[in-house]
């Protein structure tokens, strides 16, 4: 699904709509549903429960569930990030990764697997964005003093932390890519960003007034 840049452009586009106090957990919340591959124990069930049962669709009701116990929830911020990340990986796959396939497979002479085009592409585009993007210096300091929380059954606060921690090492490792972006652009997906940030704003506040 979307890489961590993504989520958080779109969270920080949604952020303008909602009302935040704890900007550290919100952040923290848009990138934690991907905790799960820093546990030991990680399994495609543990993350289909950290996503809230949506990978393999567009049904938008388990997000609607899930804000629906927010009240149960200790950190309301961290838990409307979370809700944002699930909103965008379904808007990211219903739109911008069904555009990468119908653009893959429209190439006569593909260079890679699909699965490796992908990720040529969009770690491509996450690294630019983490280069470029004017809120990334603030959002990565507020990342610093997140300390997440634990979502009983759907993800626990250590997997969050890791996650963190991951995220702020991973862009400043060095890497090399011998192949150019194919499939997709920066462009698009700032855009995207723009575009569902501002639906997940309007989802989530449609349920809680």
């Not at 961590?4 to 952020?15: D, F, I």
């Not at 809230?52 to 911020?77: H, M, Q, S």
Request: proline share 5%; hydrophobic share 40%; aromatic share 12%.
């Amino acid at each position: 699904m979307a890489l961590p840049m993504v989520h958080l452009g779109a969270a920080e586009a949604a952020r303008k709509y909602l009302e935040i106090n704890s900007l550290p957990s919100y952040y923290l919340g848009a990138i934690a549903p991907d905790g799960v591959h820093m546990l030991e124990e990680y399994t495609s069930q543990i993350k289909d429960k950290s996503h809230l049962g949506t990978r393999r669709g567009c049904d938008t009701a388990p997000v609607a569930e899930f804000l629906g116990r927010l009240p149960e929830f200790e950190d309301r911020d961290y838990a409307l990030g979370y809700a944002v990340h699930i909103l965008t990986d379904i808007e990211w796959k219903y739109s911008f990764l069904g555009e990468f396939r119908r653009r893959y497979q429209a190439d006569s002479s593909p260079v890679q697997e699909r699965n490796q085009a992908y990720y040529n592409d969009a770690d491509q585009i996450d690294l630019e964005l983490y280069r470029t993007w004017d809120r990334r210096e603030e959002i990565w300091q507020a990342l610093k003093s997140a300390e997440g929380c634990e979502l009983p059954g759907i993800l626990p606060r250590k997997a969050a932390q890791l996650w963190n921690a991951r995220t702020l090492k991973w862009y400043g490792e060095p890497r090399q890519f011998e192949i150019p972006i194919r499939y997709m652009s920066l462009e698009e997906a700032a855009e995207f960003m723009e575009k569902v940030g501002k639906y997940c704003a309007g989802f989530i506040n449609s349920l809680l007034v």
